[in-house]
């Protein structure tokens, strides 16, 4: 019999009733209903909180039959039946005030339907608490509310603070009723990709427990290694002979695209769902996570701040900034993290720091990827093509092929980028060897100093300088003085040194030199 994975499928009781695989989180969540009432927790998109979510939902219902073989049908005796207030911020595109009011009223209407309706109650937040305080005495049980993408709204407004205010004033006050509405509710759960605080939608929710980076709940979306092994050794085995490699090859690839998510220090690592259950489905590698959303809103933080790409992956931060988002903070790397392009790779317990860096290789790729389009001159459809024909060109010895190339990057650099003009070449430049780097060695030190780039293949070692409003004559110069190429004088490859310079006034390679 095929084995159905669950790809896509966020609803527990459809995946179960149809015999679909699922990881079982259920002693987690049990844990979670035992020892608490209020609850928030991050995650990236694509990671299974809404399947979390709808799990919760199953169990308030006191769905059992949908438990059977799982932890909690044998965690729990009683099965109490909670009325349930489910919404899934998800479903809409929120990019005018009337689309969060429209998604808050029919949501409304829906529950009004089956609780009832008071005409004093005028605002969404009086409707909220009524709708509470209603469906509890009717049902003669507390209520369970369960909010999935709380943020989207706040999150797709993040470059329009004008909209973002306006979401996060209408969002401030319906939240509330969780705390106006305390005797009424049994259990409350919040998630999101990010956290916004201070003065954000959470100001007033201070009876959330965030458990987002909290170790004790680190598998509580997500594959562990242990659950990969457990419930996909077989998957892992067709997979290796599918690509025919051996098993231990194809653990080893599994790893390095998709696992490597860290939510807390010292925690286990995390593989994705979404890319793990979507290659045993095709039996193939895929960059399918990063291909289901593109993180626009990232590229336009960035952009916005003028923020150096290289330094992604050289970030050391403290927890609180990690923690939540500041909406009218200018730091897009909270955001980054959050979101998931970013994960923890180290802790510095003396001065509470965390230091960052891609998960894994699809991430790393898929990331660098998208943004060279919204910086280079060079569509989105042509950059895969083009990175292609440049490392072509690089292995071929092909100088002036690759520099021409490189050159048409940055023709008609747009006038907002090009303002921080070197930033913008940097960030080029680094974004394009980047990419290369998955396909030949880059380097950026030598024993003798620091070089702007060493690119190796099988045949060649370049060695490449940059000159900002000078000239090619001067980085060459400076290679010759510091003695670069001979840093490699016992190497079999040819040494090609480059010196280009950039013009501020053409915003492109005015000219280059190869010896």
């Known amino acids: ?71 909690m049908e044998s965690l729990e005796k009683d099965w109490a039946v909670h009325p349930v207030l489910h919404m899934d911020l998800n479903t809409e595109k929120y990019d005018t005030e009337a689309s969060l009011e429209n998604k808050l009223e029919l949501t409304l209407k829906q529950w009004e339907a089956e609780y009832g309706h008071n005409p004093d109650e005028y605002s969404v937040a009086t409707r909220f608490e009524g709708v509470i305080r209603r469906a509890a005495k009717k049902m003669g049980q507390k209520v369970v509310i369960l909010i999935d993408e709380y943020d989207k709204p706040m999150l797709q407004a993040i470059t329009n603070p004008e909209l973002q205010t306006k979401f996060r004033n209408t969002l401030k006050a319906f939240y509330g009723a969780l705390k106006s509405c305390d005797g009424s509710i049994h259990f409350a759960m919040l998630t999101g990709v990010t ?55 194809a653990c080893g690839l599994l790893k390095e695209n998709y696992d490597g998510y860290h939510f807390c220090y010292n925690s286990v690592g995390m593989y994705n769902p979404f890319s793990l259950l979507s290659t045993f489905a095709n039996m193939q590698i895929g960059s399918y996570w990063f291909e289901t959303g593109t993180p626009t809103y990232l590229v336009e933080l960035m952009k916005l701040h003028h923020y150096p790409v290289e330094e992604i992956e050289h970030i050391v931060t403290s927890g609180p900034v990690l923690d939540s988002i500041d909406a009218a903070s200018t730091d897009p790397v909270p955001v980054i993290y959050q979101s998931g392009y970013l994960t923890i790779k180290d802790y510095n317990a003396e001065f509470e720091n965390y230091t960052l860096g891609f998960p894994n290789r699809e991430v790393e790729q898929g990331f660098l990827r998208f943004l060279l389009p919204h910086y280079a001159s060079v569509s989105v459809s042509k950059s895969p093509y083009e990175i292609q024909c440049f490392v072509g060109e690089v292995r071929k010895g092909d100088v002036d092929g690759f520099l021409s190339r490189l050159q048409t990057f940055f023709d008609d650099t747009p006038y907002e980028l090009a303002r921080d003009r070197e930033v913008h070449y940097q960030n080029i430049l680094y974004i394009v060897f980047k990419l290369m780097g998955f396909h030949t060695e880059v380097e950026y030190r030598t024993s003798r100093g620091r070089v702007d780039l060493v690119l190796k293949t099988s045949d060649y070692i370049y060695v490449m300088e940059f000159k900002l409003n000078g000239t090619a004559e001067e980085a060459m110069q400076q290679i010759e003085e510091k003695g670069y190429a001979s840093a490699f004088a016992s190497d079999g490859r040819k040494v090609i040194k480059v010196g280009i310079n950039f013009s501020d006034e053409t915003r492109s390679i005015e000219r280059w030199i190869v010896a």
């Open 195 to 249: 956290k916004f605080s201070k003065v954000s939608v959470f100001s007033d929710l201070n009876n959330l427990r965030d458990i987002s980076m909290v170790n004790q709940y680190a598998e509580i979306c997500g594959i562990s290694d242990a659950e990969l092994h457990q419930y996909f050794d077989g998957d892992i085995h067709s997979l290796a002979d599918k690509l025919s490699i051996d098993y231990t090859k």
């Open 1 to 71: 019999m095929n084995r159905l994975y669950p790809v896509g499928i966020q609803n527990f009781e459809d995946l179960r009733s149809r015999g679909y695989i699922y990881v079982d989180k259920t002693s987690l969540l049990y844990n979670l209903v035992q020892t608490g009432k209020y609850y928030f927790l991050s995650r990236p998109r694509r990671f299974g909180k809404s399947l979390m979510i709808s799990t919760l939902e199953a169990y308030f219902l006191g769905k059992r039959e949908l438990f059977k073989g799982l932890a």
